[in-house]
């Protein structure tokens, strides 16, 4: 029985290995060609990329297994709750882990929010509003990234929080329908 899913995991890891190879190309050629289509390419490529890792990963899972405890309301054992910890905020550690530029991020905000400040102080006429938009625009950049950020850290630290005490009857029913939702969504 091991040796179809053996077959199956290798043929999964190959396609992701394929896709990675595609996005690189099309990196490639945004680098040589830079494009906004090329860079439309290279984003769909990446999330085709993500989707497969999304599937290959909850097919190494025995969710089904843990979604039949959580409903039939069984403690759950550490393995339960290490698999309920990468299926909830897994992406999220993960981000966190090995994201490097936040410093960055904090340091572009500033920089353009002294920008902005100085526009301020000054008149603005069409050249100066011109410049406002363009900054503001700048400034949204920053401000998603470290919102993803910050989120990921928060969503992670409130999933510790939740984990380390007894689950009760109620929490069983939540977290067997958080499973069931992700199981059914494209995005974990």
């Known amino acids: 029985m091991d040796e179809p899913r053996s077959k199956q ?3 999964q890891e190959q396609q992701i290995k394929n896709g990675i190879q595609s996005a690189l190309d099309l990196a490639s050629r945004c680098r040589s060609t830079e494009t906004s289509e090329n860079y439309e390419f290279l ?4 999330d085709q990329v993500e989707a497969e890792a999304r599937q290959a990963l909850l097919s190494n899972l025995d969710l089904e297994a843990l979604l039949a405890k959580l409903e039939a309301r069984q403690t759950l054992t550490p393995s339960d709750l290490k698999t309920l910890e990468l299926l909830i905020v897994g992406d999220a ?9 936040l410093a960055e991020w904090k340091v572009q ?6 920008q902005i400040g100085k526009l301020g102080k000054s008149d603005l006429g069409v050249e100066g509003l011109m410049q406002l938009r363009a900054l503001c625009r700048e400034a949204h950049e920053s401000l998603s990234d470290l919102i993803f950020y910050f989120d990921a850290k928060e969503r992670t630290a409130k999933f510790k929080v939740s984990a380390a005490g007894p689950i009760d009857s109620d929490g069983y029913l939540f977290l ?3 499973v069931r939702d992700m199981l059914r969504s494209d995005r974990m």
Request: net charge negative; glycine share 0%; aromatic share 8%.
């Open 9 to 11: 995991t290798q043929a």
């Open 43 to 46: 984003e769909e490529q990446l």
């Open 93 to 101: 550690e993960s981000y966190l882990k090995y994201e490097s530029e």
């Open 109 to 114: 905000l500033t920089r353009v929010l002294d």
């Open 176 to 178: 067997a329908q958080v």
